[in-house]
């Protein structure tokens, strides 16, 4: 009965057009959509090296060449491109040069202790990543000196450690945070079509319910149990769904070259555990109650939007912000949470907070999925 | 004594402060066409829903097969079909796939299934749509689709409410024949209408309901017997005077006189020329008619006797 049921659901799943259409399409078109619009900007700052004018406030020959060699080592992830083009220059030179942007966008000073400094003209993604070499080549070597200090006999470790490290941890760090600020538009676009897949299983309960629609009575009049109906059709809308996000999410990575980092299998999984949490959303709101299935619509459509919004769709600094003065709303809102778990598998790896992320998903699911099969659990009506 | 399919006693269902079913009973013999016939609102898809275990109701009993009836009664519910009022298909399977589908939630074996699939579609005469989504059919084949979805599985108790709603003459006759033959082929059926011609053709045993109460019932013919109406004489007339109706209201036999546009209606109740007398009145009194005529009485009439409101003034 099983498998019976579940082959007739996924048969009404797939020719679901205007589902399949609003699911598949609203991302793609708006993916595009924001290609478009970001194209010219993604181009400048991820191919071409940042302009930097280095200015030596020393003579000392080792920080000289430590700092030229660490400088000149860096490069974008895939290591073919230099992240910064950088012209050696006397500090009143690069400071003629940077009040026009357009020749350089910042000037590195290089003390006599090694320490590195920055001095910007405006800011912006440039000198965002700019500053973080500075940080992070600092953070290095206060961590050698320290070592050198406490514990000399690691020292030769420590470096090698760094050294192997160099380019990685630069290119993560640096580039990481602010390779791509769009990005955020992307995950939140993903949160978004994952959301939306509610509105597919939000026809679980309506099919089931004797009191929301004609073939609900239907199925409460046959011999099947409404576990079973409510199975299926979950089975059937989260196959669908997840067909349409990873569709989608293929469509950006390998058609649009969104880079959303490396490990792609694993996207593709963080793409199904979300289309879960939509899926579980949709079943949670589908059973609640008898009233008009358009309003059932609206109500998803409204927590799908707002939650985006505020994760970041419509306007990227969103989310930092709300992070900043109100992290427990991005710690609930299922956007958010969603857009995180890409945002952080991209950022930081499979590590803890994408697990929390991992977590969340799966326990959010778990909720709507219980108050879903709670709330629909009657086979009596007062009223059909 | 015949085998009881259907058992309703002192069934109540209020919907907030409605009353829909007032102490209903009913029951249902096995091999039966069994109508229920009310107006309107009168309770029919109430009671069928209750039947079902669909609804909660505020008192009463309602067996079926012999056991009380209850939501979980999987086995019961096998064994019954339901054409419900209201259409119930999905828009996204074509015809074919429509019945699959609910036929499918009765009968697992695949061979059987497809027999009865295509036996429906044969039933009711779809065999030129099977390809066809709902959307493309027009109300009637609609309709017959509702129906070959409800019976695919050859259920032994056929619930169909008002199947034949919006269905052209046609049609109707061929879905009336067509419950007639599962009648033959031995499943129990309840049929529920506010067409009383379609009650008086198909079915063996009637139920008359008004606002949630069985207010007759019995055979077409013994319905009929039941009430004082014998006979209808009907003139169609252009002119006539108020001294002439009240006259004619005054004949042997003739209890009830109404004159309404350019149509007289004489109820009689006995006697066996009442038309004759109706003929000499006017020849004595020199009036021209158009036309006399004499009826018997319907279900409409029995309806009409004991409730004092018509089942057709009801259906506008
Ligand atoms: N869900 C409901 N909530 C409130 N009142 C209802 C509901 N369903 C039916 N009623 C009322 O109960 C009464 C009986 O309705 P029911 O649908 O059983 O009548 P019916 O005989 O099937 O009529 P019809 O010939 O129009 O189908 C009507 O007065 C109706 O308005
Ligand atoms: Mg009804």
New binding site residues.
């Given amino acids: 009965m099983f498998m019976n049921l579940l082959g007739k659901q996924l048969k009404l799943g797939f020719r679901d057009k205007s589902n399949i259409f609003w699911t598949l399409m609203f991302p793609v078109l708006l993916g595009t959509l924001f290609y478009i619009a970001f194209g010219s900007i993604y181009d400048t700052f991820l191919q071409e090296p940042v302009k930097t004018a280095v200015v030596f406030e020393t003579d000392n020959p080792e920080v000289i060449s430590n700092t030229k060699s660490f400088l000149e080592g860096l490069s974008l992830n895939d290591g073919s491109t230099k992240l910064l083009d950088i012209s050696y220059l006397e500090y009143s030179e690069a400071e003629a040069l940077l009040k026009d942007d357009e020749k350089v966008n910042g000037i590195i000073k290089v003390a006599d202790t090694g320490r590195l400094s920055l001095d910007i003209y405006s800011n912006g993604v440039r000198s965002t990543i700019q500053q973080n070499v500075v940080t992070s080549y600092n953070q290095s070597l206060e961590l050698i000196e320290r070592t050198a200090k406490d514990h000399p006999e690691n020292l030769a470790d420590v470096i090698a450690g760094l050294q192997k490290d160099t380019s990685h941890i630069a290119a993560k760090s640096l580039v990481g945070d602010n390779k791509d600020p769009f990005l955020t538009y992307f995950y939140s676009l993903l949160s978004m079509t994952a959301l939306f897949a509610s509105l597919s299983s939000l026809k679980i309960g309506n099919r089931s319910q004797a009191n929301m629609s004609a073939v609900g009575a239907r199925a409460n009049v046959s011999p099947v149990r409404r576990m079973m109906f409510q199975a299926t059709g979950f089975v059937s809308s989260y196959i669908v769904q997840t067909v349409v996000l990873e569709i989608a999410l293929l469509y950006m990575m390998f058609v649009l070259k969104i880079n959303f980092g490396g490990d792609k299998p694993l996207i593709l999984a963080t793409a199904a555990l979300a289309s879960l949490v939509g899926v579980s959303l949709g079943f949670f709101i589908g059973n609640i109650g008898s009233f008009r299935i358009e309003k059932k619509e609206g109500i998803l459509v409204a927590v799908t939007l707002v939650g985006c919004s505020l994760s970041g769709l419509m306007y990227g600094d969103m989310k930092a912000i709300i992070t900043e003065h109100c992290p427990i709303v991005n710690k609930l809102n299922p956007a958010a949470v969603i857009s995180d778990a890409f945002y952080c598998l991209n950022m930081f790896g499979p590590g803890e907070r994408y697990l929390q992320t991992v977590i969340f998903m799966l326990g959010i699911s778990s909720v709507f999925i219980i108050l879903g099969l709670v709330l629909g659990r009657k086979v009596s009506y007062d ?2 | 004594m015949a085998e009881k399919i259907v058992e309703v006693k002192n069934l109540v269902k209020r ?1 907030k402060e ?1 009353i ?1 079913l007032d102490n209903f009973n009913m029951e249902i013999e096995k091999g039966e066409v069994f109508g229920l016939l ?1 107006p ?7 009671t069928i829903n209750c039947i079902l275990s669909l609804l909660n109701y505020n008192n009463g009993e309602i067996k079926v097969f012999g056991e009380k009836m209850k939501n979980d009664r999987y086995d019961i519910k096998k064994k019954i079909g339901i054409v419900m ?1 209201n259409v119930a298909v999905f828009d996204e399977l074509n015809v074919y796939e429509n019945i699959d589908y609910f036929c499918g939630l009765y009968i697992q074996d695949k061979q059987t299934r497809k027999q009865y699939v295509e036996d429906a579609i044969k039933f009711v005469g779809l065999e030129n749509f099977t390809k066809f989504k709902p959307k493309k059919l027009s109300g009637g084949l609609l309709r017959r689709l509702n129906i070959a979805c409800g019976i695919a599985h050859k259920p032994e108790l056929i619930i169909m409410d ?1 199947p034949t709603v919006a269905v052209d003459p046609q049609s109707r006759n061929k879905i009336l024949e067509g419950i007639t033959e599962l009648n033959k082929n031995g499943a129990t059926i309840i049929y529920t209408s ?1 067409y009383m011609e379609e009650v008086e053709q198909i079915c063996t045993h009637i139920l008359i309901m008004d606002k949630g109460k069985n207010v007759a019932e019995g055979t077409s013919d013994e319905l009929k017997r039941s009430i004082k109406n014998t006979e209808n004489v009907i003139v169609d007339i252009k002119k006539l005077d108020d001294r002439h109706v009240e006259a004619i209201g005054k004949l042997n036999h003739v209890y009830d006189v109404k004159y309404m546009s350019d149509r007289l209606m004489i109820k009689c109740a006995g006697g066996r020329h009442n038309i004759s007398h109706v003929i000499d009145y006017f020849a004595q009194n020199s009036i021209d008619y158009d036309r006399i005529y004499s009826e018997l009485p319907t279900l409409n009439d029995v309806f009409l006797e004991i409730t004092g409101t018509s089942l057709r003034d009801q259906e506008a």
């Fill in positions: 009223s059909v | 919907y409605l829909a009310g309107n609102g009168s309770g029919k898809t109430t009022q008002e506010h």
